[in-house]
């Protein structure tokens, strides 16, 4: 059974910084696509980063310079480092973890970002 706990969520000021967690079960971790993506309530699930098993990344342009997704492939834990946080990132935040050759993909119960003052 596969299973995807994202942790580290919450509220934060704009300007400062938080850190996502993904611990993956079920999955060969280390092959797998494991990504971060993102939805408003009323607006489509949109990507926010993405990282191969080659270390191959992928960002939004919105969050470029300010995220930095990573791995830990002893850990079976993918990290979203989110600095510089504006109200707009406010979202619920998603890990996915897919295939290589698939085109859909495992999907975490979520975790809540605020960035307000």
């Known amino acids: 059974q596969v299973q995807l706990v994202e942790s580290g969520g919450g509220l934060v000021q704009p300007g400062g910084s938080l850190r996502l967690s993904c611990a993956a079960s079920?999955?060969?971790?280390?092959?797998?696509?494991m990504g971060w993506f993102r939805q408003d309530p009323g607006k489509q699930r949109e990507l926010v980063a993405t990282?191969?098993?080659?270390?191959?990344?992928n960002y939004a342009d919105s969050v470029k310079g300010r995220f930095t997704i990573s791995r830990d492939n002893a850990k079976n834990t993918v990290y979203l480092q989110m600095n510089s946080l504006k109200p707009e990132d406010t979202a619920v935040y998603y890990c996915?973890?897919?295939?290589?050759?698939?085109?859909?993909?495992?999907w975490g119960q979520g975790t809540q970002v605020t960035v307000s003052s």
């Open positions: 996915n973890a897919r295939p290589p050759t698939a085109t859909q993909g495992y």
């Open positions: 079920g999955i060969i971790f280390k092959i797998f696509v």
């Open positions: 990282m191969t098993s080659g270390g191959s990344t």
